[in-house]
């Protein structure tokens, strides 16, 4: 599996938004948990982590694991796109809820070599027996949140953080849909907020 960061970008000093792409580049179907709608889907969890110090991740969002009512099934070279947009102050739910901008981030997704695993996961996620729940991760190489830009196109020095080559492309935003074959198109159909309230 790999799950990477095409797309980071400061929207304001509270604000950013983030495409990243997962991609199944085994021989194999992979299996993930999520929501199934009616003419797309979504992963969850997709977790958001910080790092707060050498070799010490910790998770920034979701704050509080809700256990997804499904498994998607992606199959061999197909991709999903995921757009979410990171809001602090973070939820009432979250134990520290402001967050700072800076630093690394990384994105966690866990997945599964069967659906029967998937469905077990979900299953023991809020049982007496969570701690028993094991899942595959894949991680994405970690990235900043750059500065953001005014009209003109400087930083605005009151931010913190270094810009990095993901922000910088003026590409249009890629909406999930659902899977797709690598290389081909992904339509639109919205984006996703975590965090504080959209």
Known sequence: MEVLVEHVERISGDE??????????????V????IVYESSSQ???????QQRAARNWKIVVPCMDTPPPHVIKLEPAKTMIENLVLKV?????CKERDIQLEGN???RLPYFDSEKNARA???KLFSAD????????????????????????????????????LG?????????????????PVPSCGRRFFGGQS
Not at 31 to 34: A, D, N, R, V, W
Not at 43 to 49: D, F, G, R, V
Not at 89 to 93: D, H, I, M, R, S
Not at 168 to 183: D, F, K, L, Q, T
């Open 16 to 29: 950013a938004q983030f495409r990243v792409r997962i991609t199944n580049r085994s021989e194999e179907a």
């Open 31 to 34: 299996f993930l948990t999520g």
């Open 43 to 49: 992963l969850y969890p997709t977790y958001l982590e």
């Open 89 to 93: 102050p973070l939820e009432g739910v």
């Open 105 to 107: 981030f990384r994105f």
């Open 121 to 123: 996961y979900l299953k």
């Open 130 to 165: 969570w701690q028993d729940t094991r899942s595959a991760v894949a991680l994405s190489e970690p990235f900043k949140i750059p500065q953001r830009r005014d009209l003109h196109g400087s930083h605005i020095e009151s931010l913190h953080g270094e810009p990095v080559g």
């Open 168 to 184: 910088e492309s003026a590409a249009p935003p890629i909406y999930r849909c659902g899977p797709v074959a690598v290389g081909e």
